[in-house]
């Protein structure tokens, strides 16, 4: 019997498929193609550049003075005499304690000295006569002594009740309290009619000056120790007249437009942290930073002139953290570096060792090369943000 045709067909078929594809692959493996080219990598060339050194700290703000409102008197309070929130000044008077009482004393205390001077006065007069009496023998010699004593003791009671007379003014001033310093004044925990007492615990209020205002920043004592050392071997100097500029960076991320400088750093070190504590002087003319305020403090703590920064792309890390680069050398060559990373600046690192001008960091294409590869390498500029003038740069830590 034949075989059917038609069932015959795709047998052929398929074998006739397999012996072109297996002919195509033949010809493939005999004629190679072309080999890969070596692999794209753009690069920058290194070039040291004026940079601040930016420290940024956490902070907060406090009052440049600040005075709690205490009775020096015990009384009732008649009248509040200023408005919550405002500014006070020197010498304004903030509370009125009732002053019956202490107008009382001291109109009494008046009294007692005209009554002293009186007597003082009679006793003058006759001491005066005494005196000349005696210088003629026409009185005792025991009577001339015992009026200079009488005058000698009304003298004395006369400075006793004039000093009555002091402190019954100081007492009835005391009834009117006033503000010791200039400043914004806080909300009362009194209200007319209370009773206040002398040096009680609780302010009556506080008043605070708060242009200028302060700022308290903490640095660890390791990073203050390195900042002397690098001023001290000259790889930086101090930018200005040994005055440390102090930029503010609010809560909301802006920057405060005022410029602070560095007032004072403490001169221990906290035994529970190892931080030192820095406070700067801030301008604040218009109120925006309150006490207790939390800002981040920049300091500009000097200028390293020949300062080697990288974007931060370009920098790998290994297992143990430690951190390099890898570079075209002279010879055209992938080559390894290892680097000591200072801080950040923006995207940036900024490089302590590892790196030096003219040096080609390949910074795109790290992922197609490894060390010891001959690339195709083309240089790039420099990003913009590596440009970045020193004031605006910050540090990150």
């Not at 914004?184 to 009619?193: A, E, L, N, Q, Y």
Request: hydrophobic fraction near 40%; proline fraction near 6%.
């Amino acid at each position: 019997m034949k075989p059917d045709p038609v069932h015959r067909t795709p047998h052929l078929f398929g074998l006739t498929v397999l012996t072109l594809a297996i002919a195509l692959s033949a010809c493939s493996r005999q004629g190679g193609g072309p080999a890969p080219g070596p692999a794209e990598v753009a690069y920058m060339v290194i070039k040291p550049q004026h940079q601040s050194v930016l420290t940024e700290l956490p902070g907060r703000t406090t009052a440049y003075l600040s005075a709690d409102i205490r009775p020096q008197i015990g009384g009732i309070i008649q009248q509040r005499l200023f408005k919550e929130g405002a500014t006070v000044q020197q010498g304004q008077a903030l509370y009125q304690i009732d002053p019956a009482t202490y107008q009382a004393a001291y109109d009494s205390a008046k009294a007692s000295l005209a009554k002293a001077e009186a007597t003082l006065a009679s006793a003058q007069l006759k001491a005066q006569r005494y005196t000349e009496l005696a210088k003629i023998d026409a009185v005792a010699k025991q009577d001339n002594d015992d009026m200079q004593s009488t005058l000698r003791q009304d003298q004395a009671d006369v400075e006793v009740q004039r000093a009555a007379l002091k402190t019954a003014k100081i007492n009835l001033d005391y009834t009117r309290i006033t503000s010791p310093i200039s400043g914004r004044i806080d909300k009362s925990t009194v209200t007319p009619g209370a009773l206040v007492v002398a040096e009680q615990t609780t302010a009556l209020t506080t008043v605070q000056k708060i242009d200028p205002i302060y700022v308290d920043v903490t640095q660890s004592s390791a990073d203050v120790l390195r900042l002397r050392k690098e001023l001290a071997s000259g790889q930086i100097r101090r930018s200005g007249d040994n005055a440390t500029n102090v930029k503010i960076l609010l809560e909301d991320g802006s920057t405060y437009a005022q410029i602070g400088k560095l007032e004072f750093t403490s001169l221990s070190v906290d035994s529970g942290t190892g931080m030192i504590t820095l406070r700067a002087l801030v301008p604040n003319p218009d109120g925006i930073l309150l006490p207790g305020a939390y800002v981040r403090a920049v300091l500009e703590e000097g200028v390293d002139e020949h300062a080697i920064l990288v974007p931060q792309k370009a920098v790998s890390r290994d297992a143990a953290g430690g951190a390099s680069a890898l570079i075209v050398n002279a010879a055209g060559k992938v080559e390894q570096r290892t680097l000591t990373v200072s801080r950040a600046v923006g995207n940036q690192w900024w490089i302590g060792a590892g790196l030096q001008a003219g040096d080609k960091v390949i910074v795109d294409g790290l992922q197609n090369i490894r060390p010891g590869m001959v690339p195709h390498a083309e240089e790039v500029a420099a990003p913009a943000s590596v440009m970045t003038p020193p004031s605006t740069a910050t540090t990150a830590k």
